[in-house]
């Protein structure tokens, strides 16, 4: 074996697939070959078409053999996956059945709580009111508080005094004693 260790029954799936080839016509045979080749006299093109018959098998054959693997891949995982559940246990009435909370039902819509639950922090956050029953602080929107810290300097020191944050702060007061007469 001088072939450098290569086995002479490997070849035969290549020579059948040559002479599969030879007898479809695909390919003509060895004595054709000089038809093909180019004339030293001739002109410096190739002056036959391609086989559009050959070509055509070909392609025709690839996408067969593409649908073919992807049926047999489809039809092989529709049988797996019934023979899969065919094999497990049948579900038990206790895995089947709908489970409820015992009673009682401290919270029959927990959604509707949720939202005024909401709404109660939201009413908090954007307006005025009393944190305390003798009314000695007071909660300001977040807007507003933030509009009045803007002018404080972040050491704790003396705030500025801009007009526009005594009258707002005037304001503010009007609109906490105007609630307290509503309420």
Do not use: C, W
């Amino acid at each position: 074996m001088s072939g450098g260790g290569r086995n002479p029954i490997s070849l035969v799936p290549a020579m059948l697939a040559a002479l599969a080839l030879r007898a479809s016509g695909l390919v003509s045979p060895a004595g054709r070959e000089k038809e093909n080749r180019r004339d030293a006299d001739g002109p410096p093109y190739e002056t036959r078409d391609v086989n559009v018959r050959n070509t055509v098998l070909v392609m025709g054959g690839l996408a067969l053999s593409a649908a073919a693997v992807i049926g047999g891949m489809v039809l092989f995982l529709r049988i797996t996956t019934e023979r899969q559940r065919a094999a497990l246990p049948s579900l038990t009435p206790q895995q089947t059945t709908r489970l409820v909370p015992p009673p009682p039902n401290l919270q029959p819509n927990p959604y509707v709580d949720l939202d005024r639950e909401r709404a109660q922090a939201r009413a908090a956050l954007d307006g005025y009111g009393y944190l305390d029953p003798a009314r000695t602080r007071a909660r300001i929107p977040l807007d507003r508080a933030m509009q009045v810290v803007v002018g404080r300097s972040l050491d704790g020191g003396a705030p500025r005094h801009d007009p526009r944050s005594r009258r707002a702060a005037t304001l503010a007061r009007r609109r906490l004693g105007q609630g307290r007469r509503d309420g």
